[in-house]
């Protein structure tokens, strides 16, 4: 029997110097990019490690902000510029696989994430920081912006260049770019062996491993209260994004106007006031957010499924909260009588 | 004493137990604490015995836990002030080693969520 | 050097410097000022370089007998040369000084522009003791421990700030009335030689 004794009393010592290694960590850190704050949390690492995939994110992010910044000075404003004159744009290849997975995300939304309708959300005035109160552009002005449709439809690309067969496209990757720039971020912390991280980029995130003992726990924020509306628990390697009309607005004359334009009225769009979607890749749940955002409360479960998206959560100007089926097997409503509608589109 | 003082006292009689309740309510024990270190935060747990070596501004201070407790144990400051605080073990307790920029709170339970999506 | 050791005004290297009698006594005030500030400086607190501001006794005494401007001389006097002295020059320590400095002026301007009979000593020495500590507290949580366990520090400075800040009023009052007393008598005696 002596050699189980052993053995127990060996399995015993190794459990309990296990304990007394550093306890659980997580480590957070802010900063300033991509026009907003950028949350990192990153569990279970020395110190250096921790700075080290606060460094990457850092510098990815920045890259993707200067290259794809719809309004400041930057290689954008010109590709604009040069879509304007009809020219033909030579690109190298981190660009091209940008815009490539734009022009497939579009079409899949049937062009409602449309990335090229930039004159008309500059002829809003969300083209700054911070947009004054005063009016929205006039009536003819956006029915002249909208009638020239542009879309990703219009572009082709190669290898090496980018041409327009539309004079009206211009590039804004706001509904795009974030989803972008956080699975750079989150592809360069893989590779630099780091498992448990969440990169949180003005509320939008992607959280892969866990902290540790416990999956990572997300709050989603109530549109239109204090508080976070429903909770989840996110599994391995996903995104949870959300498109919502309190992120960006002004106020006109006794109206709220917000920042997500339905390019096909070319309004603001006003069915949905916000949205959740999950799905491993950022750059998709971004895109797809906006899109079933402007879909709405009829349309959204036949773009959701054109995109590959099974769990959306839309909640619309009454409070009801429309979730597809494998939404609802998952996400926790943390408010009281809510008026929740599933949405089962297996049928 | 003029009619204004009056008034400045009955301010401060208001103030002081204001503050005393709305700071100094819950005597939970601790169950975890947060770190921070400039603006970089660390969130550790009080049920395992560790001692934490943190660079700051200054130098290097040493952050002990024990038996469910935190303390600073060692400080470049010159002050000590935040060892002198002592072991720190019921929620909202808090010590700080302004030179070196690094505080130490603790909290009653772990924050709900990891992160907030909008 | 002039060999009256108390002339204040150097012929020798050609410049002149006139100083009245007030501006001796606004001198001695800083010069107990920065004396109060060294002293306090080595006083613990849960919070290093968050004090009471007994130092504030000075500055409120100034208010009151020469107005708000000689006050703010006389107290950014004390926050530089004290803090020079001690060798915290623009350390955190400096930056928390200062601020409570300023946080008490700007309480005082708005004191000084009050109408009817305003404050008297007490109640001038504890809101400038209060605005005091907020000044630091504020300071201190905005640049250097943005931590929100910090506010857990806040009602025992607070309740510093209340009882040094009422101690300090007392010592006004009481400064005054000598220096009143003083004033009297001196003119009683003058008026005495006159005769």
Not at chain 1, 61 to 74: V, Y
Not at chain 1, 262 to 271: F, K, L, T, V
Not at chain 2, 36 to 50: C, F, K, P
Request: hydrophobic share 45%.
């Amino acid at each position: 029997m002596k050699p189980l004794w052993l053995s127990l009393l060996l399995i015993a010592t190794l459990g309990i110097t296990a304990c007394s290694e550093a306890p659980p960590q997580v480590h957070k850190a802010k900063l300033f990019t991509l026009g907003t704050l950028v949350d990192v949390s990153v569990h279970h690492l020395d110190k250096a490690s921790a700075q080290q995939a606060v460094k990457i994110i850092e510098d990815e992010l920045a890259i993707i902000n200067r290259q794809w910044h719809a309004w400041q000075d930057g290689p954008l404003m010109q590709i604009n510029q040069q879509l304007a004159q009809g020219k033909t744009i030579t690109i190298d290849s981190s660009s091209h696989h940008f815009l490539q997975q734009a022009q497939r995300l579009a079409a899949n939304s049937d062009q409602l994430f449309n990335p090229t309708i930039g004159s008309l959300v500059e002829q809003w005035g969300f083209h700054s920081d911070d947009r004054p109160d005063a009016a929205p552009p006039t009536k003819k002005r956006i029915n002249a912006a909208r009638k020239q449709m542009p879309s990703m439809a219009n572009i082709t690309l190669t290898a090496t260049t980018l041409t327009s067969n539309n004079p009206a496209v211009q590039f804004d990757f706001g509904a795009f770019g974030k989803g972008y720039a956080i699975d750079r971020a989150v592809e360069q912390l893989k590779q630099a062996g780091i498992k448990d991280a969440i990169v949180n980029a003005g509320g939008d995130l992607r959280a892969i491993g866990s902290k540790g003992d416990r999956p990572w726990r997300i709050g989603v924020r109530h549109p239109s209260e204090a508080g976070v509306i429903a909770s989840i628990e996110t599994d391995g390697d996903e995104s949870v994004f959300t498109s919502g009309n309190y992120e960006r607005f002004f106020d006109f004359d006794g109206r709220r106007y917000h920042h997500i334009i339905d390019p096909r009225s070319g309004y603001p769009a006003n069915d949905a006031i916000s949205v959740t979607v999950i799905h491993n890749n950022a750059a998709t749940a971004d895109a797809a957010a906006t899109a079933l955002f402007i879909a709405g409360t009829t349309q959204w479960p036949q773009i959701a499924k054109q995109m590959g998206i099974d769990e959306v959560m839309l909640i619309d100007n009454d409070l009801t909260i429309y979730m597809s089926a494998k939404m609802a097997q998952r996400i926790q409503i943390e408010i009281d009588d809510a008026q929740i509608k599933i949405i089962d589109d297996e049928r | 004493m003029t009619r204004a003082d009056y008034y400045i006292v009955l301010f401060a009689a208001l103030l002081l137990p204001y503050l005393y309740i709305s700071q100094w309510t819950g005597d939970k024990a601790g169950i975890s604490a947060t770190i921070m270190n400039g603006n970089e935060t660390t969130e550790v747990s009080l049920a395992h015995d560790h001692t934490l070596e943190i660079d700051g501004a200054l130098g290097t201070s040493t952050i002990k836990i024990e038996n469910g407790k935190i303390r600073f144990t060692a400080s470049p400051c010159l002050g000590k002030q935040c060892i002198h605080s002592g072991w720190l073990e019921h929620a909202g307790e808090f010590a700080a080693c302004l030179p070196n920029r690094i505080s130490v709170a603790v909290l009653g339970e772990a924050p709900r969520f990891d992160s907030i999506n909008f | 050097m002039s060999d009256d050791p108390d002339s204040a005004a150097t012929t020798k290297t050609g410049i002149s410097v006139t100083t009245t009698p007030e501006d001796h006594v606004i001198a001695w005030l800083a010069a107990l000022a920065i004396a109060i500030h060294i002293i306090e400086s080595v006083l613990p607190s849960p919070l290093p370089g968050v004090k009471p501001g007994l130092a504030n006794v000075i500055t409120i005494a100034v208010f009151i007998l020469y107005g708000w401007r000689t006050a703010v001389w006389v107290s950014m006097l004390r926050v530089l040369v004290g803090s020079i002295l001690i060798g915290t020059f623009l350390s955190p320590t400096f930056m928390l000084s200062f601020s409570g400095a300023i946080a008490s002026l700007i309480v005082l301007w708005l004191a000084s522009r009050l109408p009817g009979a305003g404050l008297g000593p007490i109640g001038l020495c504890l809101i400038a003791a209060m605005a005091h500590m907020f000044g630091q507290f504020y300071t201190a949580y905005l640049l250097f421990i943005p931590h929100d366990g910090l506010f857990k520090l806040l009602p025992l400075l607070m309740t510093a700030a209340v009882i040094f800040g009422i101690i300090s009023g007392i010592i006004v009052r009481s400064m005054l009335q000598h220096l009143e007393k003083r004033k009297n008598d001196t003119t009683a005696q003058r008026n005495k030689q006159e005769e």
